[in-house]
């Protein structure tokens, strides 16, 4: 449980420190197996999240309701990240727009994808 989170961090901290811009098809594979560390820092910390929830109640009672927390507290922040990843990934995907290189049809100081 202990060794979850610094697999998270480290995978994900990796991941941003090579991201770039035109990488080389190497670049990506190791994108891919720092992502996979990084999900297996999740595996490891969140199955065990809701046993200690349960645990650290005075009674069976507050435990349960402490896992239901954790659960609607984890399911609140897919859906935020989901409301939040879809505009920022439109907005990436008409940035690169299909216009050709060298093509002079924006006006300058305008962002390519807007039309």
Do not use: N
């Amino acid at each position: 449980m202990r060794t979850g989170p610094l697999f998270l961090a480290a995978g994900l901290t990796a991941y941003g420190l090579l991201l770039a811009e035109d990488a080389p098809g190497t670049a990506v594979v190791l994108w891919a197996v720092l992502l996979l560390v990084a999900g297996a820092g999740i595996g490891c910390a969140f199955p065990h999240l809701p046993v200690a929830t349960m645990s650290s109640g005075a009674d069976e009672a507050e435990g349960s309701k402490a896992t239901a927390a954790v659960s609607t507290t984890r399911l609140i922040a897919f859906t935020l990240t989901s409301a939040v990843a879809a505009p920022c990934s439109r907005r990436a995907a008409r940035t690169r727009s299909s216009q050709p290189a060298g093509s002079s049809s924006e006006s300058p100081g305008s962002p390519s994808w807007v039309s």
